[in-house]
């Protein structure tokens, strides 16, 4: 059983940056990919990015690359994203989630990819 915490949610204007972490429960992190999706309101959870169990591979959503960065360090048993030139339209709330040891080392886009999730942190981008 993983527990997920996220923090580092907030208001920040366009154009700002922000750095969410995920902070992990147990004594296996280093072998659960990590990912991070978004849900905005009456929409779906999408994938943001995701990370693999080194923190050697990493994979990016086409609306974030070049903006958002996805890191782990497993010694402290945290994700981080780092989101840089932000705009309104990454307002959501943002989940962390982790994928089992067993399910392999595959960077997965799709939320059923994944067995553990945060309770989510909110980031608001103003104009």
């Known amino acids: 059983q993983v527990q997920l915490v996220e923090s580092g949610g907030g208001l920040v204007q366009a154009g700002g940056s922000l750095r969410l972490s995920c902070a992990a429960s147990g004594r296996t992190f280093s072998t659960y990919v990590m990912g991070w999706f978004r849900q905005a309101p009456g929409k779906e959870r999408e994938f943001v990015t995701a990370?693999?169990?080194?923190?050697?591979?990493?994979a990016y959503a086409d609306s974030v690359k070049g903006r958002f960065t996805i890191s782990r360090d497993n010694a402290k048993n945290t994700v981080y994203l780092q989101m840089n030139s932000l705009k309104p339209e990454d307002t959501a709330v943002y989940y962390c989630a982790a994928r089992s040891e067993s399910r392999g080392n595959y960077l997965d886009s799709r939320p059923f990819g994944y067995d553990y999730w945060g309770q989510g942190t909110q980031l608001t981008v103003s104009s």
């Open positions: 990370i693999s169990w080194s923190g050697g591979s990493t």
